[in-house]
């Protein structure tokens, strides 16, 4: 399913009724879902707005990531490891219940 059809789907949308929200002819936007047609982006984006959407930019996977804590705790041997889970598990059960309050 492509991510056109998803989002109109999801948006409870005909085809027609994108092409009527977006103005964007219902014959181009089957193109488009069907793989036989790639939309410019300003396109894809005005398609995607009319469905509640938008596009946007994060860091791939992997990317932008600090490791610097990963590193710090690969250093650590398994027990140690597992008493700061201990530890930071007991300091979120104790967030969790002022919250309650």
Same mark, same amino acid.
């Given at each position: 399913?492509?991510?056109?059809?998803?989002?109109?789907?999801?948006?409870?949308?005909?085809?027609?009724?994108?092409?009527?929200?977006?103005?964007?002819?219902? =014959? %181009?936007?089957?193109?488009?879902?069907?793989?036989?047609?790639?939309? /410019? !982006?300003?396109? @894809?984006?005005?398609?995607? #707005? $009319?469905?509640?959407?938008?596009?946007?930019?994060? =860091? %791939?996977?992997?990317?932008?990531?600090?490791?610097?804590?990963?590193? /710090? !705790?690969?250093? @650590?041997?398994?027990?140690? #490891? $597992?008493?700061?889970?201990?530890?930071?598990?007991?300091?979120?059960?104790?967030?969790?219940?002022?919250?309650?309050?």
């Amino acid at each position: 399913m492509s991510l056109l059809s998803y989002a109109r789907r999801s948006a409870g949308f005909s085809q027609r009724q994108l092409a009527e929200r977006s103005g964007i002819p219902q =014959p %181009a936007i089957a193109r488009i879902e069907s793989g036989r047609s790639t939309p /410019r !982006l300003d396109t @894809l984006a005005s398609l995607l #707005r $009319a469905c509640g959407l938008s596009l946007g930019l994060e =860091p %791939a996977a992997g990317e932008g990531v600090d490791r610097t804590a990963i590193r /710090r !705790l690969r250093q @650590l041997t398994p027990a140690e #490891r $597992a008493e700061i889970a201990v530890r930071e598990a007991r300091n979120l059960e104790k967030v969790v219940a002022r919250r309650q309050r």
